[in-house]
């Protein structure tokens, strides 16, 4: 027993040679400095001190540790410490004196990149800096991305989708600080969110961590907005072409307590009456003849607004984080086609709000040592109304069509998309995310993640009879994601893999009344579609640095894709029917890739990166795609094509010299074919090996910046920016001949930054050549613009 009760003692002697390091970074004696980098020399361990001033390291080894702290505003520091207790507490003030050297600045820049990049997943990190000075939309930053393809209906505020290596539309997931996008509503999306707002984008390719607990087959985008806590206000307002309005402001509080609040809104306001021609852009005289036109879009107006409000503890002894928020917004818009451009519509239009509750808890070290917990829960309301009421048909010219003897046609459905109808949706969203994690050592962690999300929805017609207005249709769906992941690293760090596992779970509800005809007598008939799909899907993603600035990546998954209820249950104001036995699609994805850099030689910088690709699905969903000449589809709904078969490469290079000049380029290459050989009747299937439509298959984006320093005025700052991007001419539908031009628009740009750095002007042209630019099924995208825009930040108060 005596022996027993020693070997207990040395062991938990043993475990306890092992302290913290915590303390507090400042200027001077009292000024916060966060945002520094401290990194404990000889060792892989970094810390970015918080908002509150304040870095941890946990678990260090007992013994003397060479800490080296910088500061994009101080001089790089040095300080010698010695673990040899549990709790060390070691504060650390640096000097303001003049810029620093650029290992420093790569420090602060690169250090979250890094640690996102190095686990193995085919990932871009999208910084926003820059950009939140200029009239740049979320998007534009999304589409200049590698491997990336913004999928857009028009100007600002129409609908769009994604491509990420070949995979489209609700294949590539949208998260919100790792909540579905589809939560907060049409009023608030990557359309509304200004740059200001966000701190980084996060792309994943193909395979997905676990900890975004979610079905994205082919990939997914997750937005990180600003979590801030110093006390400052920022705004800004933009005017530019087609009438285009956009402001947006953010704010945040926090006193001694630790008691915090942020605020912060935005607005966006455009006529989008930019010029269109093209193959669809025709009016059909009296006698039949087609008269192709150049015409502006008349009736594509577009305005949203939101705001968010939060408040809550960081950084207290119960939670690193605790806060209940709240999220409103709204918007307007005009429709100006269908899924095609053949038709214009005239007094169509979509309203849509959401109110959106959410509350938000993380802790460190939760109940037990090296046991951490998160959890963001989140209630919205949501309301949608399409209004589609008017009877005639109109041309390009904004003017009613005329019939042969000048006479006003009607048109054949009653409305200007199918019968006359004003349908009001409401949705009670509710969406929970659960994240444990627990770290056995410095090279090993397990984490477990779930998600729940439901949705009721429910919708009348004002339009439909009575008999069908009193008896509400509604559609249900409850969505579960359950994932377990292993995370390591060995040979000193060399090494990261990612081993995970995820359960997918689905059911949906569908009940829908009918006016039918029955012995001469209206009857009313009710359809009850209720479904349920349970898949398991895994995969693994590994990175190891061969050199210290030369790593190989490769990740794998087999995923799982289930229908969203917009697919299943439709959604008039984005043109979908409804699909009720719309099932799940699959795919095995693998990437293999190859990271080189950053490289620093006589102060010339670069970076190559690229990743191979392989994505072979099964039952892939797309929209119902015509093969008829010249039909004018309006609405379609999602089907499930069959197999389908993805392979490419993607590559970038980034240099820069002297932090002063910057240059960029991307590319991604692919085939994306129909590997269906054989048809329901066992024919030949004709689109065997054929290149599916209305994907671009080869995308390039290009980028300069030029930074002059001292301009007019001593410590102003003047960037110049020049930005192109190509697309290969593509398929809209089955038909060979139904193929697009090449497009090359290119942008040019330039801010200002006044002494200070509060004040900041820039001006953007956008498309200068006015190229005919298109996306989906060949919508067109506008022309040649112009903004401006202002900026103001108060960061002491």
Known sequence: MRTILLLFLFTISAWSQNGNLTGKVTFGTDELAYGSTIIIKGTQKYAIVNDFGRYEFKGLKYGEYILETSSMEGQTRTTKVTINKPNIELNISLDRNGPKDLEEVVIKKTSIRKEIMEKGFAVNVIETQEAAKRNLQTNDLLDRSGGVRIRQNGGLGSSVTYNINGMSGNAIRIFID?????????????????????????????????YLADDSLGGAINVILKKGSKNMIAASASYGSFNTVQSNFSTTYRDKSGFTVKANGFQNYSDNDYEVWGRFVYNIEPNGRYDYIRAKRFESMYRSYGGRLEAGFTDVEWADNFSISYNGSEDYNQIQHGQYMTKPYKGRFSEASANVFSLNYNKKDFLIKNLDFSVISVYSHRNDMVNDTVKWNYNWNGEKALGLYGQPILSTNGAQQGPATINHQKSDIFNTRTSFSYRINENHKFLLNGMFYTVDRNQVDEMQPELVRNFMATRDMSKAVTSFAYEMQAFKSRFKGNLFVKNYDLNTKQITPTLVNQNGQAALVITDDSRNTNFTGYGFASSYSVLSKAMIMLSAEKAIRLPTEDEIFGLPAENILSNPSLGPEQSNNFNAGLRLGPYLINNHKFTLYGNAFWRNIKDKIVRQISNRVNEAIQASPFINLGKAQSIGFEASAQYSFKERL????????????????????????????????????????????????????????????????????????????????????????????????QFIVSFDARNVFDEQVYDNFAAQKPGRAFYIKLNYTISKF
């Open 178 to 210: 790792g909540i579905p996008i589809q939560t907060y509503g049409a009023s608030f999306s990557l359309n509304s969110i200004p740059p200001a707002l966000i701190e980084r984008i996060e792309v994943y390719k193909g395979v997905v961590p676990a």
């Open 662 to 757: 910057f240059a960029g380029v991307n590319f991604s290459k692919f085939s994306s074919l129909f590997k269906d050989k054989y048809d329901k009747n066992g024919n030949i299937n004709i689109y065997y090996d054929k290149q599916l439509p209305n994907e671009p298959y080869f995308n390039l984006n290009g980028n300069l910046q030029y930074n002059f320093k001292n301009v007019i005025q001593s410590k102003s700052e003047l960037n110049l920016y020049y930005n192109c991007s190509y697309v290969a001419p593509f398929y809209t539908s089955w038909l060979e001949f139904d193929r697009t031009t090449a497009q090359f628009p290119q942008d040019l740009g330039l801010s200002y930054a006044f002494p200070n750095k």
